[in-house]
């Protein structure tokens, strides 16, 4: 593969710069230690696609029966709300029929990580948001063959080991041609089972893979109907946009619109009714145009129509020259209330730009990526995001720990915190799906056994995720379901999801409250009251506290 250069950057770590970065802090192995009361967890759902396909490789044997198994919820006994389905222990030695896919072997699984380039732009951002340089590349690679150890570990891989290869990006993020010659590359050269990351600004690298076979953790949020077409090589632990779009246009229309802006900066706005705008993120190919069409055919099902539809590409190098344009056009358009979809670093410019035009309104956020984590959150101009309130997909935090050093199953397995956890969500995501699979391994038994995992919800500290056909009315090779309620406080102080204490906190509506399809538009609480709205929880609340688990080396003990 492309040579190794001495950082690679926060980019290299996470498909979106920063903002997964503070997701996979967040979810990695289950995010939550257990609490110390001994009481059972609540919120755990049914399972969705039936029977683990793993089952039928133990004929007879009842997979409660595993020693590692917790027998009231079925799952392995792990401190995680997303510990997998109990399957039986795989006896050393037994046959799992050797290369049953392309990229697997009797006894190894060639998983292939994708490094995007370095960005420089992104870079300096992302310093000024953690406090700090990045991690070398030489700890991203030791730390991610450490949580693979762990995961290999404790979840069943039937005789198999999982091989890891890094891909470095042959071009840009948006370069068409280069992200089908690095997917060729993770097909032909590397000979990959399965891939994760990708480019985000072209759909190249995913679409070639699905066509060649391989599986692949990577996309952010796309329409639903691609991962339909790109079925079963493609999974997200984000929501489709489609899936995002539902409970945005539920909160819109529910609990927004119709009534005045009450909460814009400009005192003149506050008396207007509501005119909506969405500014959302756009790749040069429009993969993301079907997903807000089917936001604005869901808004019009309810009378509401947007007063203006702004796209954009990003290019950091241009950012302020585009922001400028967009805020020009959302002032022309009358518009009170931005509703923002986009990525974690257009708000920096579009705020800025803002107030240069002195332009004040309302911002609605949306939960898109990164957009809603404080870190994030307090590089945009204050005067503007004092009015920015909206859904999360993130679940409330607990405790002022620096959430990108919290390895969850991984520290816990391990006794001690890791410096970095790379890719550890993607890699969780892929063995829950190898555990849940079976031996005999392809990408539709991967499917299947993705489908067959318990859903989780009920939780204000960890998100509600599910597969297959248990949530939605679309076939969902996504995990995360569920949202919450934020508002952006200006003068609240603590610390934000990596440690660092400021000034500028979301506060999380119903004390973290979350949301499943359908629900958040029946939501009573009100931006900027701070009546049970949390920062962020002293400690775990009672009813999302785990069983305390002992620690133990594998699944045998």
């Known amino acids: 593969m492309a040579e190794t250069r001495t950082r690679r950057g926060l980019a290299g770590y996470w498909p979106v710069p920063v903002a997964v970065a503070v997701l996979a802090g967040l979810l990695v192995a289950g995010s939550r230690l257990g609490g110390d009361d001994g009481e059972e967890a609540g919120g755990a759902g049914t399972s969705a696609g039936g029977e683990p396909p793993a089952l039928a490789a133990f004929p007879g044997e009842d997979p409660l029966d595993a020693p590692d198994c917790d027998r009231t919820t079925g799952r392995l006994a792990l401190p995680t709300v997303y510990s997998p389905n109990c399957v039986p222990l795989w006896p050393e030695g037994r046959d799992n029929g050797?290369?049953?896919?392309?990229?697997?072997?009797?006894?190894?699984?060639?998983?292939?990580?994708?490094?995007?380039?370095?960005?420089?732009?992104?870079?300096?951002?992302?310093?000024?948001?953690?406090?700090?340089?990045?991690?070398?590349?030489?700890?991203?690679?030791?730390?991610?063959?450490?949580?693979?150890?762990?995961?290999?570990?404790?979840?069943?891989?039937?005789?198999?080991?999982?091989?890891?290869?890094?891909?470095?990006?042959?071009?840009?993020?948006?370069?068409?041609?280069?992200?089908?010659?690095?997917?060729?590359?993770?097909?032909?050269?590397a000979g990959a089972f399965a891939a994760i990351g990708g480019p985000t600004g072209t759909n190249a690298y995913a679409d070639e893979l699905a066509a060649r076979g391989v599986v692949c953790f990577c996309t952010a949020s796309q329409p639903i109907g691609n991962y339909e077409d790109w079925s079963p090589y493609v999974w997200s632990q984000l929501m489709a946009s489609t899936q995002g779009y539902v409970h945005r246009a539920d909160y819109i229309t529910g609990r927004l619109a119709g009534r005045k802006a009450e909460f814009a900066g400009d005192p003149d706005l506050r008396e207007e009714t509501r005119r909506f705008a969405i500014v959302y993120y756009e790749t040069?190919?429009?993969?993301?145009?079907?997903?807000?069409?089917?936001?604005?055919?869901?808004?019009?099902?309810?009378?509401?129509?947007?007063?203006?539809?702004?796209?954009?590409?990003?290019?950091?190098?241009?950012?302020?020259?585009?922001?400028?344009?967009?805020?020009?056009?959302?002032?022309?358009?009358?518009?009170?209330?931005?509703?923002?979809?986009?990525?974690?670093?257009?708000?920096?410019?579009?705020?800025?730009?803002?107030?240069?035009?002195?332009?004040?309104?309302?911002?609605?956020?949306?939960?898109?990526?990164?957009?809603?984590?404080?870190?994030?959150?307090?590089?945009?101009?204050?005067?503007?995001?004092?009015?920015?309130?909206?859904?999360?997909?993130?679940?409330?935090?607990?405790?002022?720990?620096?959430?990108?050093t919290q390895g969850g199953v991984v520290s816990w397995y391990l006794g001690e915190n890791l410096t970095s956890y790379p890719n550890a969500l993607e890699l969780g995501l892929l063995f829950t799906g190898l555990h849940l699979a079976g031996p005999e391994l392809t990408p539709e038994t991967l499917r299947d056994g993705l489908f067959s995992f318990q859903p989780a919800n009920g939780y204000a500290t960890s998100l509600g995720i599910s597969f297959g056909e248990a949530m939605w009315p679309w076939t969902d090779y996504l995990a995360a379901d569920d949202v919450t309620e934020i508002w952006w406080d200006a003068d609240a102080t603590g610390a934000d999801e990596i440690g660092l204490a400021g000034t500028g906190m979301y506060r999380y509506a119903n004390e973290g409250k979350r949301y499943l399809p359908g629900e958040i538009g029946k939501s009573t609480a009100t931006p900027f009251d701070e009546t049970d709205a949390i920062t962020v929880f002293e400690e775990t609340p009672e009813s999302d506290r785990l069983p305390e688990v002992p620690r133990r080396r594998s699944r045998a003990g």
């Open 284 to 404: 040069a190919e429009g993969a993301y145009q079907e997903g807000v069409d089917f936001f604005e055919d869901r808004l019009a099902e309810s009378g509401v129509e947007l007063a203006a539809r702004v796209p954009y590409i990003l290019d950091l190098p241009r950012a302020q020259e585009d922001a400028a344009t967009i805020v020009a056009r959302l002032k022309d358009a009358d518009v009170t209330s931005v509703v923002f979809a986009g990525d974690p670093f257009f708000p920096i410019y579009l705020t800025q730009e803002a107030t240069a035009q002195d332009y004040h309104p309302e911002w609605i956020v949306t939960g898109s990526t990164g957009t809603d984590t404080t870190a994030i959150a307090r590089q945009y101009d204050q005067e503007q995001w004092a009015h920015a309130f909206g859904v999360s997909f993130l679940p409330a935090r607990v405790g002022s720990a620096n959430l990108l």
């Open 98 to 189: 050797g290369a049953t896919s392309p990229g697997v072997t009797g006894d190894t699984i060639t998983v292939a990580i994708y490094i995007p380039r370095d960005d420089p732009t992104v870079n300096a951002i992302a310093e000024d948001i953690v406090g700090g340089e990045l991690p070398s590349d030489e700890d991203a690679d030791e730390n991610r063959r450490r949580v693979v150890d762990v995961y290999e570990a404790l979840y069943e891989t039937y005789g198999r080991s999982v091989e890891v290869v890094t891909v470095e990006a042959s071009g840009s993020n948006t370069d068409d041609a280069a992200a089908k010659a690095d997917a060729i590359r993770v097909a032909t050269e």
